[in-house]
Nanobody
Framework: QLQLVESGGGLVQPGGSLRLSCAASGFTLDYYAIGWFRQAPGKEREGVSCISSSDGSTYYADSVKGRFTISRDNAKNTVYLQMNSLKPEDTAVYYC????????????????????WGQGTQVTVSS
């Protein structure tokens, strides 16, 4: 059974950092493009970052560029999202998703490109 499990969320003060993990079971992540999305209450799901399956290229939403970094550890079958300089507007439930195709770039921030989704992890940025 293909499964994605996010972890690493929590409460952090503005300016702080968190590292989210997306662990896969039932399939090998390095053959999939992985995206990170977030959804705040009352808002649509928003693409944050993605990493391609082919060459490991990455792409970021303008709102997180320079603050967030996506990476993958194929040996651990895990993708990470390092989040620095967090702001209250980063508060949301964060989801990872996997695409068995070849999505990348800006297209990789579109939720309908993805086949498999995790359950999400809450990130709250507040003083």
């Amino acid at each position: 059974q293909l499964q994605l499990v996010e972890s690493g969320g929590g409460l952090v003060q503005p300016g702080g950092s968190l590292r989210l993990s997306c662990a896969a079971s039932g399939f090998t992540l390095d053959y999939y493009a992985i995206g990170w999305f977030r959804q705040a209450p009352g808002k649509e799901r928003e693409g944050v970052s993605c990493i391609s399956s082919s060459d490991g290229s990455t792409y970021y939403a303008d709102s997180v560029k320079g603050r967030f970094t996506i990476s993958r550890d194929n040996a651990k079958n895990t993708v990470y999202l390092q989040m620095n300089s967090l702001k209250p507007e980063d508060t949301a439930v964060y989801y990872c998703a996997a695409d068995g195709g070849h999505t990348n770039g800006a297209r990789g921030l579109l939720p309908w490109e993805y086949d498999y989704w995790g359950q999400g992890t809450q990130v709250t940025v507040s003083s």
